[in-house]
Structures are given as structure tokens and as C-alpha cells.
């Protein structure tokens, strides 16, 4: 009986957990417990996005502890680089946990990237076209550093602002 006692505990421990704050719901496996607290907490820290009200949809977070089960809860579809995924129509996100490689990028930028994603789709539904949906996000996440922006000057100064319709069949 001895032996069975720590194999029951030690199956349990290995078993998701969910962490709640908010509106924000992370489910998550034991390796990645601190990652999804420091999420939360700096989530909760800054939800609210520019130019919208704030959110007040439930979000739940879904942290993938491996490629294969990342691969499996965003499907198929989903790019091999890709880190996270916003999926608004069921207010989710799976994103990559501490098995991410540096590519990846900060965890927390992520994180907020993808909350932006869901923030303009709660406000303006599917109406956003892909190029603003994402250019949103970035700008939500503080994603575009001095040398980005400076690299689209030179590029639109070099090259011109491309047409509506080229940016749509861009994100095609």
C-alpha cells in the first residue's frame, strides 16, 4: 500500500491546474505554474487597450507545456513559428509555455498581443480587416521598438504606402 499512496499523489500532481483573475482564466500543467501567475498578474495589470473601453469578456488562456500539445489545441493551421493564437470566436488562446524557444519572445508581450486580438474583436466583432487586426495588436503590445519604426519610414519613403487592397491579399 506504501507504494501506491505516492505513484496516486504524484499522478495528481502532474494533472492541469486553472488559475482565475478577473476575467482571465489560465489552465495550465504544474511546469508552467509560475509562468501563468506572472501572466496573470501583468495582465491584470494592463487591461485595458488604446482607443477601446476596457474588455469585459471572460478569456481563457490556455498554456501549451509542449510543441506537440501546442500543435494539437491550435491546430493544424497554426504556423510552426507561431507562439500564441487568439481564437474570438470562443474568447481562447493557446499560447507556447516555458518549453518556448527564445523566438518565442516575452511571454507577457504575447500574452498581450493576443488580449489585444480579442479586445478589438469584442468591440468591433469581425469587422477589422486582418493588416489592422494584427497592426492593432502590435501597437497594443508595444511591439514596434525606435529601429521598427524607423525601418518603415525607409521603407515607405523608399518604396511608397502600399493600397488597401494590396495590405488585404498581403494577410490572405
Not at 1 to 19: E, F, S, W
Not at 23 to 45: C, E, K, M
Amino acid at each position: 500500500m506504501r507504494l501506491l499512496v505516492p505513484v496516486a499523489l504524484h499522478a495528481q500532481d502532474d494533472a492541469p491546474r486553472r488559475l482565475d483573475a478577473g476575467r482571465l482564466t489560465a489552465v495550465y500543467f504544474p511546469a508552467d505554474d509560475q509562468l501563468a501567475h506572472a501572466l496573470l498578474r501583468s495582465a491584470g495589470a494592463s487591461d485595458s487597450f488604446p482607443w477601446l473601453p476596457r474588455p469585459r469578456q471572460r478569456v481563457l488562456i490556455a498554456i501549451a507545456p509542449d510543441a506537440a500539445r501546442f500543435r494539437a489545441w491550435a491546430g493544424t493551421d497554426a504556423p510552426e513559428w507561431g507562439a500564441a493564437l487568439a481564437f474570438p470566436e470562443s474568447r481562447r488562446i493557446v499560447m507556447r509555455g516555458r518549453g518556448a524557444n527564445a523566438e518565442a519572445g516575452d511571454p507577457r508581450e504575447v500574452l498581450r498581443h493576443e488580449l489585444a486580438h480579442l479586445a478589438l474583436h469584442e468591440r468591433l466583432g469581425s469587422k477589422p480587416p486582418r493588416w489592422f487586426d494584427e497592426g492593432y495588436a502590435s501597437v497594443s503590445a508595444h511591439e514596434w521598438r525606435r529601429d521598427d519604426v524607423l525601418a518603415a519610414n525607409v521603407a515607405l519613403a523608399l518604396r511608397g504606402s502600399p493600397s488597401l487592397d494590396k495590405l488585404d491579399r498581403g494577410f490572405e
